[in-house]
């Protein structure tokens, strides 16, 4: 502008209108004037972009010595000298070097030197603040006893960037470990006015009121919006929301997350919650598709985290889909071991024998899991004993409740008593619906009709798949022996009495069977649990008809060899 006016100026003539001719400034001119306007910059700086380029080079070297130092995780000098390449640049060439400390950063994370990572973020905020290493940091204190340090710095964080929508929504999650819940509405309705109707901002509103009970609120929340495929979380809510019942009308079972195989915390919530409501309300959908996807992902190296829950769910799949005992072998790998999530398992495999008639079996489980935490099992322990036709035990650890410290466990207790009361007894708990039961009946049905091809395929299944069930086993240790096929008699009581050791009729019938099959030595321990608990006179009895069948056994084994016949476990 001046070089445009700048002969008027000199002339000072008096302007009425102003005409001018434009002029341009030489390309060398404007070049000079710029690598002038530099050098000055530079000088009053203290030439600091020299330093800026060198530290931009030992950045890329840090980042390829890191890459190398991951790939081979036991060379640490790798790592030290990517730690000293990110030192070099952001320590002392240029303090404001952000990548660098980032770089620096990610590194010890590798490393998993949680204190290491915590400084040099920390380092970072002292120079400039910054809306992810913020979030970052506070992540890194997820611990109870941290949670004023992380609230702190998202409040700083806050200060320095009042418009972040991040970090206030960050903070409310963190209020959430607080019984301050209105601080936690306060930052979540902040999070919306910064960011109308995003996703996290929608997740973390039906979160927070389905964690408050606030059921029908959020209702008309989940009714204002729709989730999208990219917005797992947001869809796990909702499926969550149907899970708890609160919707009038029946909706679709939501999709899984499809092709995902590497599951983060959002896609495996929203997996989770899908399974949990198809084996609640809809067994029918957990179809072989979706108990092999579960399989794929609990055997996929990127879900390491998610195994044990992911196992988890294929046995609640399968228990929900009446296959009993597949269900309980994914379990009993959960359910090994004295820690508080064992505990819970042990109590869920307990609970499973409750339903199964197990009652005896279901009493020691339940016993073993309170032992090692789950204080719940303790009043589902009361009611195995009092169907197991042990009303005196029953009462005793009732009272125990009742004389619990735990204001809970007394509850129960009390609870406990009146149910006891009424008069508990297994007739009255007599369920139609144990796996087996089925079976059983097309199995008797066979014989009735003289099909014996169909009576032997249902029989096998009940030892196949259901051997808990003791009076479907009892009935086909009684089909095998009338056909004189004396080894599928035992190997069907032995299975049986694996998963029912307490049972009597179950020690009867298979130290009868062992005899018939001429496995007499297996059956010691057996007859020896029989004398201590059977009355004189019926152990008596029992021993005279187990004579006189072993006695039968021998004269055949002299007399003839017996081709054995195939196991019904085969």
């Keep these: 502008m001046l070089v445009n006016f700048m002969p008027l100026i000199q002339r000072r003539l008096r302007v009425y209108r102003v005409v001018f001719e434009p002029r341009r400034l030489p ?36 980042d390829l010595t890191r890459q190398q130092s991951e790939a081979q995780p036991d060379d640490l000098s790798l790592a ?84 972040s929508a991040a970090l206030t929504g960050d903070l409310a999650q963190f209020f959430t470990q607080t019984a301050l819940t209105d601080s936690v509405a306060f930052y979540l309705d902040k999070t919306e006015e910064l960011a109308p109707g995003s996703y996290a901002s929608k997740t973390n509103q039906l979160g927070f009121l389905l964690n408050q009970n606030l059921l029908s609120e959020a209702q008309k929340l989940r009714d204002k919006h729709i989730a999208q495929a990219n917005e797992p979380a947001l869809a796990s809510n909702y499926t969550l929301l149907q899970l708890l019942g609160v919707s009038a009308k029946p909706e679709a079972t939501p999709a899984g997350p499809a092709q995902v195989m590497a599951l983060d915390d959002a896609n495996f919530a929203q997996l989770y919650h899908i399974v949990l409501l198809n084996a609640t309300a809809h067994p029918d959908r957990l179809t072989t598709p979706l108990l092999a996807r579960l399989a794929d992902l609990a055997n996929e190296p990127a879900n390491e985290n998610y195994y044990e829950q992911l196992l988890f769910l294929q046995a609640l799949a399968r228990h929900a889909r009446g296959e009993e005992q597949m269900a309980r072998q994914l379990l009993l790998p959960l359910a090994s071991g004295t820690t508080a999530s064992a505990a819970y398992y042990q109590q869920l495999l307990g609970m499973w024998q409750l339903q199964q008639g197990q009652y005896a079996t279901a009493a020691n489980q339940l016993e073993f899991a309170a032992t090692n935490g789950a204080t719940q099992a303790r009043e589902a322990r009361v009611y195995a004993l009092a169907l197991g036709g042990r009303p005196d035990s029953a009462r005793t650890a009732a009272l125990r409740l009742v004389a619990a410290t735990d204001s809970g466990q007394r509850q129960w207790g009390r609870q406990a008593l009146r149910a006891l009361a009424t008069g508990l007894s297994p007739s009255a708990n007599k369920s139609p619906a144990r796996v087996g039961d089925s079976w059983l009946r097309l199995a008797q049905q066979a014989e009735q009709q003289k099909n014996d091809a169909a009576a032997a395929k249902n029989y096998q299944r009940i030892v196949r798949e259901a051997p808990f069930n003791e009076e479907a086993v009892l009935v086909a240790g009684r089909y095998y022996s009338r056909r004189r096929n004396y080894p599928a008699a035992y190997e069907a009581l032995r299975a049986g009495l694996a998963e029912n050791p307490e049972s009597l009729a179950l020690l009867r019938a298979y130290v009868l069977a062992a005899a018939d099959a001429g496995l007499t030595e297996y059956a010691v321990d057996a007859r020896a649990q029989l004398r201590q608990r059977l009355p004189a006179a019926a152990y008596a009895t029992l021993a005279t008809e187990y004579a006189a069948r072993a006695a039968t056994r021998a004269a055949q084994a002299d007399s003839f060899s017996v081709a054995p016949a195939a196991s019904p476990l085969q």
Excluded: C, W
């Design 27 to 62: 390309f060398y001119t404007v070049y000079i004037l710029a690598l002038g306007g530099i050098a000055m910059v530079q000088t009053r700086e203290n030439l600091p972009l020299p330093d800026q380029v060198r530290a931009g080079q030992y950045n890329n070297l840090g």
């Design 80 to 163: 030290l000298l990517a730690e000293r390449y990110y030192a070099e640049s952001g320590d002392v060439l240029y303090r404001g070097n952000l990548h660098a400390q980032m770089g620096r950063a990610a590194l010890y994370r590798f490393r998993q030197q949680r204190q290491n990572e915590i400084n040099a973020l920390n380092r970072t905020l002292l120079r400039a603040p910054n809306e992810k290493v913020s979030l970052r940091l506070a992540a890194l204190h997820r611990d109870p006893n941290d949670l004023f340090e992380a609230l702190d710095i998202l409040r700083r964080g806050l200060r320095a960037m009042p418009q």
